[in-house]
């Protein structure tokens, strides 16, 4: 599973193809324009949150947050972890992803994998650019950030 955030508008060539092969797409927020939910759409299904830039009214329909199942594992998806009021343990969550940062970060604590794909739009106070893999297999859930070359 791709998971990718803060396009703002941008979707790259090398962030396309990191996807490449994907059968769903996470998108984490601060999408930018809905021609990109349109773009990842013709790679996998795609499901994505509001981040705080999306404003305009395509932006309307989109939830601030999902919850995905797949494979016995709930992924709990937001833009902002700072605005997380869950306690993922007690509603049965292993994965919780968030962007907005714009740095990267994989984590576990108590049991849970934190998620941010860093930003794979355009380049922020000269960070790398990013996305992540998340992997389901048999109820374990593994992830890793990708640098793409731009």
């Known amino acids: 599973m791709g998971v990718i955030s803060d396009t703002h508008g941008l979707l790259r060539p090398e962030a396309v193809k990191a996807m490449h092969g994907?059968?769903?797409i996470?998108?984490?927020g601060d999408i930018g324009k809905p021609e990109i939910l349109t773009e990842l759409g013709k790679i996998a299904?795609?499901?994505a949150v509001r981040g705080n830039n999306d404003r305009d009214d395509w932006a309307v329909e989109?939830?601030?947050t999902q919850i995905v199942k797949i494979g016995g594992v709930s992924i709990y998806i937001l833009h902002d972890i700072k605005e997380f009021s869950v306690d993922p343990a007690a509603e049965d969550h292993q994965v919780v992803v968030s962007g907005h940062s714009h740095k990267p970060s994989l984590q576990e604590r108590d049991?849970?994998?934190y998620l941010n794909p860093g930003s794979a739009g355009p380049r922020r106070f000269k960070l790398p650019v990013?996305?992540?893999l998340l992997t389901i297999k048999n109820g374990e859930v593994s992830g890793e950030v990708v640098e793409l070359s731009v």
Do not use: C, K, N, T
Request: aromatic residues 6%; negative net charge; hydrophobic residues 70%.
């Open 22 to 24: 994907v059968e769903m």
């Open 26 to 28: 996470l998108h984490a």
């Open 45 to 47: 299904l795609v499901i």
């Open 62 to 64: 989109i939830p601030e």
């Open 111 to 113: 049991s849970i994998l």
């Open 130 to 132: 990013f996305v992540a």
